[in-house]
């Protein structure tokens, strides 16, 4: 069974750090992006970061630029979000997800086609 | 940054009836549109991609039309499992950008 499953939300104060993990399995990880998508409280879904395969490509959302960081490693088979300097609006449930493929006309295309169930990140004092 | 609108934000249907939710894209996103579906407490499932494709196990009654700027997911003969909230995203252009959602309540 295709599954991810996330970690390493809590209560943080503001100006503090969390390591998010995703942890994939009945795939091979190697094969695809991932992305990891937050949703803030009665809100809707906000693509955050995104890594290809090899780790030599990676996008975040300006919010997130220079406090962020999303890793990899395929060996393990996970995914990370290291998040630093958070702040209240940071506070979401963070889905891992997988960015699926297609090609077309010499291009690709990535929608998101497994996702996690979710963490939750709180940020307040 | 390509902007997705979804229409309504809330569409009130009864069981058994049919609903129509809308998604239009600032931009031409070709047929490089998903739909996801979210229940209370779940994170989101894939439903449809290339604006009319379904996923893997979704029933025949979902299902996507459109192309350019303006797509439709239709849901026939709506189950009490289908009441959720519904959001379309382009994934035609990066950054990636979804709609802010559609709430299809029991009317």
């Known amino acids: 069974e295709v599954q991810l499953v996330e970690s390493g939300g809590g209560l943080v104060q503001p100006g503090g750090s969390l390591r998010l993990s995703c942890a994939a399995s009945g795939f091979t ?42 890793s990899r490693d395929n060996t393990e088979n996970s995914v990370y979000l290291q998040m630093n300097s958070l702040r209240a609006e940071d506070t979401a449930v963070y889905y891992c997800v997988r960015d699926f493929h297609v090609r077309s006309r010499d291009k690709y295309y990535y929608y998101m086609d497994v996702w996690g169930k979710g963490t939750t990140v709180t940020v307040s004092s | 940054e390509i902007v997705v609108t979804q229409s309504p934000a809330t569409l009130s249907v009864s069981p058994g009836e049919r609903a129509t939710l809308s998604c239009r894209a600032s ?22 991609s290339g604006a009319s494709t379904r996923a893997t196990g979704i029933p025949a009654r979902f299902s996507g039309s459109g192309s350019g700027t303006e797509f439709t997911l239709t849901i026939t003969s709506l189950q009490s499992e289908d ?7 382009q994934y035609n252009k990066w950054p990636r950008s979804f709609g802010q959602g559609t709430k299809l309540e029991i009317k």
Do not use: H
């Open chain 2, 83 to 89: 009441f959720a909230v519904y959001y379309c995203q």
């Open chain 1, 29 to 70: 990880l190697l094969n695809y992006w991932m992305s990891w998508v937050r949703q803030a409280p009665g809100k809707g879904l906000e693509w955050v970061a995104n890594i290809k395969q090899d780790s030599s490509d990676i996008y975040y959302v300006d919010s997130v630029k220079g406090r962020f960081t999303i």
């Open chain 2, 27 to 48: 931009q031409d996103v070709s047929t490089n549109l998903a739909w996801y579906q979210q229940t209370p407490g779940q994170a989101p499932r894939l439903l449809i």
